[in-house]
């Protein structure tokens, strides 16, 4: 059985955005397990991923591992946009203007 990493890389996960640019890695909107960070981790991991505000972890499980503060932005920004489909290369997008400390807007 494949882990969760106890801690979470930008870099790995940017590397995973460049190479699913054109391909949906998630959605927008509250969604706790199609989250781009939920899909990236379900992929890294071979298992269920839930990922919310606060942090992520494996479904039914009760080991729940915080959120870096990019991450934690990445989460409330998706939340707040109105469910719909996200690729490799929106996501990107967002986290360059979450680094920038720009504001993020919806798609």
Do not use: K
């Amino acid at each position: 059985m494949l882990v969760l990493p106890s801690e979470l890389r930008l870099d790995e996960f940017v590397q995973f955005l460049a190479d699913h640019a054109y391909d949906v890695v998630g959605s927008s909107g509250p969604s706790f397990f199609h989250h781009p960070l939920a899909e990236w981790l379900a992929v890294s991991c071979g298992c269920l991923v839930q990922v919310d505000s606060d942090g992520y972890s494996r479904v039914s499980s009760h080991c729940f591992f915080p959120l870096p503060r990019w991450a934690r932005l990445l989460v409330l920004w998706t939340e707040r946009c109105t469910p719909a489909p996200l690729t490799g290369e929106m996501v990107f997008f967002a986290l360059a203007q979450i680094e920038a400390g720009l504001r993020l807007r919806c798609f």
